[in-house]
């Protein structure tokens, strides 16, 4: 069988999504799809369960990861598969490691680099974190300033690997994992949410140029910045469009879900893309009232602005602002916005553009939505994966992905 079937599940604050892909070499094709938005009334309040992120009831989120995936499996009339998840929360962070080996001349081979890897990964982390995945990202010849992506081959005296860990802390991914396990699927591989959004709306000029990934969630505002292709930097911010909808709560006096309602329909970053003078709204006191457009939009643009602020100033403090040549792609459910693109343009004094995952098929009308990146996101590494898996057995690329090949192998086998 030439199709893989994988489930793709995004685990987020406000909402938990589910696809289902058949996965080959040249495309992704997905046949079934399935999204549960949280409850948030107040007989059944579930704005709790996960929260900036994190899970915090584990039960609740296991039955609503089950319900998904099972509603997705049905639609896609399949059985059970193996699941890739995303995963967020300011506990994400890079490292970079390295190793090195003396080879007085020698050649390098597969077992060079795979020990250099390992050694590399094996790093001493900060107490309660572990490694989701790495990135090898060059090879260092003789210290001479001479990097390579491929040394297979080479001859030298002293090579050295640059190895960026993508970590995660251990109690954060237990809870997530024991979430999914609910479902009964087998968890194949678990990411960071910006790296999976990345996968499913940067080209490949993009992340080689300089680019940064902007992603606005519900609970979290996930970065990541790609330079020379590869990740330079990555983080998951407390902040997100849940903090905008709350803010129109407050301000505007009005409850949670018809603050969400407002945001989504007649709200913008900025007035002059006000769609009317004034709202006539019934609030949850029954009561017709009137909302200032005006309002509304002043405090959607404060609070987006603060966003957009915060991001640029973690990437001045971590002095990444200026690589950034090919410019800001933001994506995630909060790029719906009216007026963001143009908003954070002036803010970030940069290039800017709208991710929206590139899909062609069936449910394309949904999965094209920056809401979706995270979860598509998953889908296009499987096909980058097993693609990979497909290269001849001397793993010449010289990149590495820890042991999901063998992972993939092992669950595909009878397929």
């Known amino acids: 069988m030439n199709n893989k079937l994988v489930f793709s599940l995004d685990v987020g604050s406000s909402k938990i999504v589910s696809m289902v892909g058949a996965i080959t070499k040249e495309k992704v094709n997905i046949l079934g799809f399935s999204c549960d938005y ?28 089950t319900q998904v995936l099972h509603e997705a499996q049905i639609n896609a009339d399949c ?61 260092e010849i003789d210290n001479a300033n001479a990097f390579s992506v491929d040394p297979i081959g080479l001859h030298c005296d002293l090579i ?67 330079e020379s292709g590869y990740v330079r930097f990555m983080a998951s911010l407390p902040i997100g469009g849940e903090d905008i909808t709350r803010d129109i709560a407050s301000v505007l006096r009005v409850s949670r879900n018809l603050a969400e309602d ?7 970053c900025s007035f002059y893309q006000a769609k009317s003078d004034g709202i006539n709204i019934i609030d949850h006191r029954g009561n017709s009232v009137n909302i200032s457009n005006k309002l509304l939009n002043d405090v959607i643009a404060a609070r987006v602005r603060e966003i957009i602020k915060v991001v640029k100033d973690r990437l001045i403090t971590e002095g990444l602002y200026d690589i ?20 954070s343009n002036k803010l970030l004094d940069a290039p800017v553009r709208i991710g929206v995952p590139n899909y062609v098929g069936d449910f394309a009308d949904i999965i094209c939505n920056p809401r979706y990146s995270s979860a598509y996101g998953g889908l296009i590494f499987m096909q980058d994966m097993l693609t990979f898996s497909m290269l001849d057995n001397d793993n010449n690329s010289g990149i590495e992905f820890g042991n999901i090949l063998q992972r993939i192998k092992n669950i595909f086998k009878n397929m």
């Not at 929260?51 to 584990?58: A, F, T």
């Not at 020698?106 to 795979?114: A, K, L, P, Q, R």
């Not at 699927?185 to 990411?191: Q, S, T, V």
């Not at 950034?324 to 908003?343: H, K, P, R, V, W």
């Open 262 to 268: 407002l945001k989504l329909s007649y709200g913008s």
């Open 79 to 139: 059985s059970k598969g193996a699941v890739i998840s995303n995963i967020s929360g300011n506990h994400l962070r890079n490292i970079y490691s390295s190793s090195q080996l003396e080879l007085g001349g020698g050649i390098v081979d597969v077992n060079v680099v795979s020990s250099m890897v390992r050694d590399a990964t094996d790093f001493k982390l900060p107490d309660g974190y572990e490694v989701l995945d790495y990135e090898v990202q060059e090879y």
């Open 324 to 343: 950034i040549s090919s410019g800001f792609i933001i994506t995630g459910g909060s790029a719906q916005l009216d007026g963001i693109y143009e908003f």
């Open 160 to 226: 050295k690997s640059n190895v960026n860990l993508f970590v995660t802390s251990k109690a954060y991914l237990n809870n997530l994992k024991k979430a999914i396990k609910y479902s009964q699927f087998d968890i194949l591989k678990i990411l960071p949410s910006a790296i999976l959004s990345g996968m499913a709306v940067l080209n490949d000029e993009e992340k080689s140029l300089g680019c940064c990934l902007i992603d606005i969630g519900a609970g979290t505002t996930d970065i990541v910045v790609y």
């Open 38 to 65: 949280f409850n948030q009334g107040p007989k059944n309040d579930e704005s709790k369960i996960i929260s900036n992120g994190l899970v915090c009831v584990v039960e609740r989120v296991g039955h609503k990861i």
